[in-house]
């Protein structure tokens, strides 16, 4: 009995799977991802096992190029690309330059006539002017100034009329704020007169002579292009208007003056 079931026991043991056989397989190995093709294909290939092939089969010949992977045509005329200048530099506020056109209002002041002193009635007029930064804060600029004037007499005098041509030298602070520019200056004109006598007068009726001054005053610019400016000054003016006999006849003027007017970028 023993025996039997020892016989029993050693085939059961022999007959029976092994933990290795029990165990489940290993997953097969993923597949490597097909290589990449660099550089890219151009435009009618693809790429396949890392080399580029047409998309059109048969592949087209070298003067042809697919399309759409079923054709093969000529390749697109490419034309050259327009030349496009570049944008200028912008200048800053401070490095432009601007014309005033100015109104003139001359206030009563002095007027002496071959050294004798007088009243001198107020005076209109306009000027013209323009100047470019030569330094940052100094501008230099022509000005035309056209006025009239007259003695402050009883019965009145016939006006007499003045041209200048001036050079203006300005001491500029430019201001640049996010909404509007400014400007505040300190010039001094200096030029040549002419005067033109609109009375009678034993005198030659052009005169001769200059003129200089202070101004004081500011500006403002809505746009880079357009602004407006007030001018707070004082002006003094010699002329010499010659006689067929005897010494010349002399004038001499002197006033506060005030400028209204517009700027205008150059």
């Known amino acids: 009995m023993r025996l039997s079931r020892a016989l029993a026991g050693l085939i059961l043991l022999v007959s029976a799977p092994s933990a290795a056989e029990l165990a489940p397989a290993p997953p097969p190995p993923a597949s490597a991802a097909p290589p990449a093709c660099f550089p890219a294909c151009r435009d009618g290939f693809m790429c396949h096992s890392g080399q580029c092939i047409s998309r059109c089969n048969p592949a087209c010949p070298d003067n042809l190029e697919c399309v759409d992977g079923r054709r093969c045509e000529p390749p697109a005329s490419r034309a050259p690309r327009p030349y496009e200048p570049p944008v200028p530099p912008q200048k800053n506020f401070a490095e432009l330059s ?4 100015g109104f003139r209002w001359g206030l009563p002041g002095s007027v002496a006539t071959d050294g004798a002193s007088g009243d001198l009635d107020h005076t209109l007029g306009f000027n013209l002017r323009a100047d470019a930064p030569v330094a940052k804060y100094l501008l230099l600029g022509p000005m035309l100034q056209l006025g009239s004037w007259r003695a402050d007499v009883t019965p009145p005098a016939s006006h007499d009329y003045y041209v200048d041509l001036d ?3 300005r001491l500029r602070a430019p201001i640049t704020t996010a909404r509007f520019d400014y400007q505040l200056w300190i010039g001094a004109p200096l030029g040549v007169s002419l005067d033109v006598l609109g009375g009678d007068s034993s005198a030659s009726t052009l ?4 003129n200089t001054g202070v101004l004081a005053g500011g500006a403002v610019h809505f746009s880079r292009k357009l602004g407006v400016f007030a001018e707070l000054g004082w002006q003094q003016h010699r002329f010499a208007h010659g006689r067929d006999a005897g010494p010349d006849l002399d004038f001499e003027l002197r006033q506060t003056l005030l400028n209204l007017g517009l700027v ?3």
């Open 207 to 210: 005169g001769v002579g200059w």
């Open 98 to 101: 601007h014309a005033l056109l």
């Open 264 to 266: 205008v970028r150059n």
């Open 167 to 169: 050079l203006v030298l």
